[in-house]
């Protein structure tokens, strides 16, 4: 019934009770049809067999075109009849969603202060084309706050306007620290590893059961293919902070 009221809803009533009748004359030509091929199957050159299993088949589609006929016409008369809901009154209105909690990410070390925006997924990828001087939390990786990895990817360069806030990533060194701050709380996390990987290494991405932070951005720009052929990826670990 919810399937039937969401296609039911997604057509105006004009084209609901054309489709009624469209159904209903569809069935009513299954019927003749399946009368026809047996009356005059020699001339079709069908067999009584092949004639009557068609007969058959054409009439079961004729029954399943008068169920939606009944079906979608007795709903139609049940929205047209039904109840008109009462508004609801200002106290009893719903709240508006919540705000979404504001997210920085903060590397003293490299004065990076920067909100966090989300990078959702799009046909297979995570789709960064809204990113600029923000970083980007990976859709699908740990919350800021959870246990797991938190991926975070920034810009080396910005299209048009120089260097990004990740400009610097790769100097990072083990014990720099990097914050995320979420909403009023900040948490701590200890760099312990810098890599190299290429552009396919979604690994660095995966869940994991510690509370880690993964930053991602390119590196080692290549003149000819114009494009970054590896990337840049900073490991920190939660460090609670006395």
């Not at 079709?44 to 007969?55: E, I």
């Not at 790769?170 to 190299?196: A, C, N």
């Not at 552009?199 to 720009?221: A, G, K, M, Q």
Request: hydrophobic letters at 40%; aromatic letters at 8%; one cysteine or more.
């Amino acid at each position: 019934m919810r399937l039937l009221e969401t296609v039911a809803n997604l057509l105006g009533t004009d084209v609901r009770v054309l489709l009624v009748g469209l159904l209903a004359g569809i069935s009513t030509l299954l019927l003749i049809r399946a009368g026809q091929v047996w009356r005059h199957r020699r001339a079709y050159g069908y067999s009584v067999y092949t004639a009557d299993t068609l007969r058959q088949r054409l009439r079961r589609w004729s029954v399943i075109a008068v169920g939606a006929t009944l079906a979608l016409g007795g709903f139609i008369l049940w929205q047209n009849t039904r109840p008109e809901q009462a508004p609801l009154a200002a106290d009893e209105v719903p709240p508006a969603d919540s705000a979404p909690i504001p997210v920085r990410l903060q590397i003293p070390t490299l004065a990076v202060d920067i909100p966090v925006i989300e990078a959702p997924i799009v046909g297979h990828q995570w789709d960064i084309s809204r990113l600029r001087g923000e970083a980007a939390h990976l859709a699908g990786t740990a919350e800021p706050g959870e246990t797991g990895n938190i991926v975070l990817a920034g810009h080396i360069t910005i299209p048009g306007a120089g260097w990004g806030p990740f400009h610097e990533l790769e100097t990072l060194k083990p014990g720099d620290m990097v914050f995320i701050e979420h909403g009023q709380e900040s948490r701590g996390y200890e760099v312990t590893d810098t890599m190299f990987v290429s552009p396919t290494s979604v690994e660095v991405t995966y869940p994991t059961d510690d509370e880690r932070l993964t930053l991602i951005t390119c590196s080692n720009w290549d003149a000819n293919l114009k494009t970054y052929t590896q990337r840049v990826v900073v490991i920190a670990y939660y460090s609670p902070q006395p």
